[in-house]
């Protein structure tokens, strides 16, 4: 089955500086990857997805991921994070199950942006 | 806008009395999912419904159920809430076919006193 591993639970960093916050996927033959953000008592919003094409992703509110195949990751980066960007951030695979498609998520990183 | 609505946003319920939790859509999405979402954890899949084909997950307790009248609405039943259903519960659409995107509601937290 496909999984996804979040190599760091917690992620502390300072306001403007840059981030990367670290997510590997179990190989497969075709991967969709994506990156949701949760904001306390919150859904989740989608931050970007990658399905094919270029491996260098972006999404809003300057973030950008790359896919890696021959490493298997898809790291989350953003070159000067803000107070705001303090969420929780999700690393989901799609995968086939019963009827459709569903996300498989890893377990989460806490981004706290310090001032 | 087009989205996914879910009432109410918070749901006090007594340990053992019926509770019900309902999402709607106006995307028109024929997937519909639920998740349940506990305290600095991942979201994880209850079940989900392909128009009106329901697909429960192997490890969901009986105690979860759910309803779909219409291709707008879905229910959470949880018929006998014990302590350790206190969590939030995510509603999510889904297009099928070629898209892989699922959109969230904004949850609901329930608390069990």
């Given at each position: 089955a496909q999984s996804v591993t979040q190599l760091d639970s917690q992620v502390p960093v300072f306001e403007e500086a840059p981030v990367e916050l670290r997510c590997n996927y179990s190989s497969s033959v075709s991967v969709y990857l994506f990156w949701y953000v949760q904001?306390?008592?919150?859904?989740?919003?989608?931050?970007?997805?990658?399905?094919?094409?270029?491996?260098?992703?972006?999404?809003?509110?300057?973030?950008?991921?790359?896919?890696?195949?021959?490493?298997?990751s898809f790291h989350l980066r953003k070159p000067s994070v803000h107070i705001s960007d303090t969420a929780e951030y999700f690393c989901a695979v799609s995968v086939i199950s019963g009827s459709a498609r569903q996300l498989t998520f890893g377990s989460g990183t806490q981004l706290t942006v310090l001032p | 806008d087009a989205m996914v609505i879910q009432n109410p946003r918070y749901q006090v319920t007594q340990f053992g009395k019926p509770v019900t939790l309902s999402c709607s859509q106006t995307l028109n999405h024929n997937v519909m999912y639920?998740?349940?979402?506990?305290?600095?954890?991942?979201?994880?899949?209850?079940?989900?419904?392909?128009?009106?084909?329901?697909?429960?997950?192997?490890?969901?307790?009986?105690?979860?159920?759910?309803?779909?009248?219409?291709?707008?609405?879905?229910?959470?039943?949880?018929?006998?809430?014990?302590?350790?259903?206190?969590?939030?519960?995510?509603?999510?659409?889904?297009?099928?076919?070629?898209?892989?995107?699922?959109?969230?509601?904004?949850g609901t937290r329930l608390t069990v006193t």
């Open positions: 904001y306390p008592n919150q859904g989740l919003q989608l931050l970007l997805k990658y399905l094919s094409g270029s491996t260098l992703v972006k999404g809003i509110n300057g973030f950008e991921a790359e896919f890696n195949k021959s490493q298997t | 639920w998740y349940q979402q506990k305290s600095s954890q991942a979201p994880k899949l209850l079940f989900h419904y392909y128009d009106k084909d329901f697909n429960n997950e192997a490890d969901t307790p009986d105690n979860f159920q759910s309803r779909r009248p219409n291709t707008s609405f879905c229910f959470l039943d949880i018929r006998s809430p014990g302590l350790g259903d206190a969590a939030m519960y995510l509603c999510a659409t889904k297009e099928q076919g070629t898209s892989h995107e699922q959109y969230f509601g904004p």
